[in-house]
């Protein structure tokens, strides 16, 4: 089995609370990937429930040399420093603990469990410790990070939140994804041999793990994300959200009080509707009905968001042109644009 696949796995057996099958089951993974964070921080956390703290201590440990030796995210480099800490805190070095909980601190405040582990750990500084021994970590071979920027983008209806990380000819073995109720953890092994992560955490709404899915398709990764409130606008992606409400398209033509993210496939739905009950439509409407019920998902979006982002003035089939900003109004020389209403 691949590395992924085995993590999969291990990963079902640790939310089962089988922690002996997941020790074993990540075991395996970090045999197949040994420089591979993700796995090593998974089996620190599960050593940490099976109470084996120098081996907790030990994997966290390696996890942050393979960060540090790779420039890994911020994120993830947070997340080595916390697991640093709380091993080190359980094995009652809480000098050592403090200076990893504080540096998790600096890379991302918002780190999950970070602030109560702060405050038990400063309560424990004053007590006389024993200097800890040095864990064993196993000697890494360089690699060289990747010079790639990878773009994603998110949208959403009612049901769904959908991301997409733009990258081209990914192969399934080489991608791995972890669900949980109020985050996500992406990793892509890239043909130069290095990582592509996407560290979501925490979510601004929670969402169901085991309803969520992605597929990979040719020029990018679309996952699914299945929101646990369904028909609540999130508007933010990660972090928190104090905008999020019922979902609603506004009527009115004035200025909004808050940019909030267009649902472009509610907006492909209706027209589709709409297009059964038309009827007696001029020629150029016809035309562009036409190209629209032939076109596929990508191109009813760009003409949709092209089209009523430029107030009518503008009508592109290349998402990758118009997904990525705002449109432009470019009225004809001599005219006077006027915002479209009722979109």
Not at 216 to 243: H, P, V, Y
Request: glycine share 4%; hydrophobic share 35%; charged share 25%.
């Amino acid at each position: 089995m691949s590395g992924a696949d085995l993590y999969a796995e291990a990963n079902n057996a640790f939310f089962d609370d089988d922690y002996d099958e997941a020790l074993d089951l990540f075991t395996q993974a970090i045999q197949v990937e040994p420089k591979n964070p993700d796995f090593l921080l998974k089996r620190c956390v599960v050593y940490q429930k099976l109470k084996k703290y120098q081996e907790a201590s030990t994997d966290a440990a390696t996890a942050l040399k393979v960060l540090e030796e790779t420039q890994g995210t911020r994120t993830l480099l947070a997340r080595a420093h916390l697991q640093n800490g709380i091993t080190l805190h359980h094995l009652k070095h809480y000098a050592q603990a403090q200076q990893h909980f504080e540096a998790s601190e600096s890379m991302n405040p918002k780190e999950k469990t970070l602030a109560t582990w702060l405050r038990k750990n400063a309560e424990k500084i004053p007590k006389v410790e024993p200097a800890p021994p040095a864990p064993v970590v196993a000697p890494l071979q360089p690699t060289t990070p990747s010079q790639a920027r990878v773009r994603h983008e998110w949208f959403q209806n009612d049901t769904f939140v959908t991301v997409e990380v733009f990258m081209k000819n990914i192969k399934a073995d080489t991608v791995s994804l972890d669900f949980f109720d109020d985050s996500l953890s992406l990793s892509i092994k890239m043909p130069t041999g290095a990582d592509y992560s996407l560290e979501l955490d925490p979510l601004a709404h929670e969402i169901i793990p085991k309803e969520s899915s992605y597929k990979i398709l040719s020029t990018k990764l679309e996952i699914k994300l299945k929101k646990k409130q369904a028909g609540i606008l999130w508007g933010a992606l990660e972090g928190e959200d104090d905008q999020g409400g019922a979902m609603a398209i506004s009527s009115t033509s004035g200025p909004s009080t808050a940019r909030q993210p267009k649902d472009w496939n509610k907006l492909v739905k209706d027209i589709d509707q709409d297009q059964e009950k038309a009827q007696g439509d001029e020629a150029l409407n016809g035309l562009f009905q036409q190209i629209y019920k032939n076109a596929d998902e990508d191109t009813k979006r760009a003409m949709m968001k092209s089209y009523v982002e430029s107030n009518g003035t503008c009508l592109s089939t290349n998402w990758k042109e118009v997904g990525s900003a705002p449109v432009e109004t470019k009225p004809p020389e001599g005219m006077v644009a006027k915002k479209l209403t009722g979109v």
